[in-house]
């Protein structure tokens, strides 16, 4: 098993990172990455919440306003996220709506944040619906999408997306490269810091080594590490 590189501990003021899983996933998706935030010397939230069960919107203000709650309770002076997928709009429309003066950087694993043309030809099925929810079907590419309306980030996000598919039919729904649920092109995001890819699958990019190396780096300057690319 490849092992994870760990930079040296985060500086001694406290710093908090929340985590936010994807669409269908729970908090232990993120477990590997939890457990390298922590060693890195993070305050790490992984958060679960229903993800088929309500609006991107609602999901949102659930989540993320009770783990910013409980963040501040503990004396935390600087909010970071990381997200999977989903979790990645979940954060775009909290902060299109709300402001945090301690929120500091974001990373996004995968993000559909121009929506996913497998929403478009999908979305519209019973089996489709059943499995994702309401939220899984505000995830189309058109112009009214969810991610679509949110706008440009005002805050530093850097987006880590993966080239590589475990799911052949999904691929040939999507154009050009993808990994397997989203293009590489549709993750980006205006008024991002930084993007990268990497080579891995969507459901798995959380536990890739290299994409909680980059995680780190990213949390820690801003920028993502492009000299081993």
Known sequence: MATVAI??????????????????RTSHSLARMERALAAAGYSVQNVSYPSRTASIQQLADDAIGKAITESQRDGTTKIHFVTHSLGGIMVRSYFARHSLPSLGRVVMLAPPNQGSELVDKLGWTFVFKWLNGPAGNELGTDTNSVPNRLGPVTYPVGVIAGDRSINWINSL??????????????????????????HATHPFIMKNPEAIRQTIQFLRTGTFDHTTR
Not at 9 to 23: K, T, Y
Not at 182 to 189: A, E, G, N
């Open 173 to 198: 729904l999507i154009p050009g490269r993808d990994d397997g649920k989203v293009s590489i092109k549709r993750t980006r995001l205006a008024g991002m810091s930084d993007h990268i890819v990497i």
């Open 7 to 24: 930079l040296s501990p985060a500086c001694s003021a406290p710093e908090a990172v929340i985590l936010l899983h994807g669409l269908c």
